[in-house]
């Protein structure tokens, strides 16, 4: 398992596809399937039927209908903004502190503070 260098919370701009240029948060990342989750981006519709909610014994439904929900990005069509230079760029890694820190290769700046 890899690591991808985006984590839950980061901002990232994506790269390539319907959605390109465009900025998010990341809800969810996915090393094993290098998968991202982008808040308000590649979003895909969901036709999901009516269904009992858990615990109201059947006596209330959830709604049915087609729903919005975001779907995965592979990591390769996104990149890490980051947050002192406001730039997509690159993630390079180095020790400070004891700990792996990832670095801006634009600016060299620590984007984990």
């Known amino acids: 398992m890899s690591s991808i260098g985006i984590k839950t919370g980061d901002t990232i701009e994506v790269v390539t596809g319907k959605d390109r240029g465009k900025r998010g948060k990341v809800l969810a990342a996915d090393p094993a399937t290098a998968r991202v989750i982008v ?45 002192s230079c406001d730039q997509a760029t690159r993630i390079g890694k180095k020790v400070g502190d004891g700990r792996n820190v990832r670095v801006c290769k634009k600016c060299g700046s620590d984007i984990d503070k």
């Open 39 to 83: 808040e308000g981006r590649n979003i895909a519709k969901r036709h999901t039927k009516p269904r009992p909610v858990p615990g109201s014994g059947g006596q209330q439904m959830a709604p049915g209908g087609v729903l919005d929900q975001e779907a995965p990005l592979r990591r390769s069509n996104v990149m890490l903004v980051c947050p």
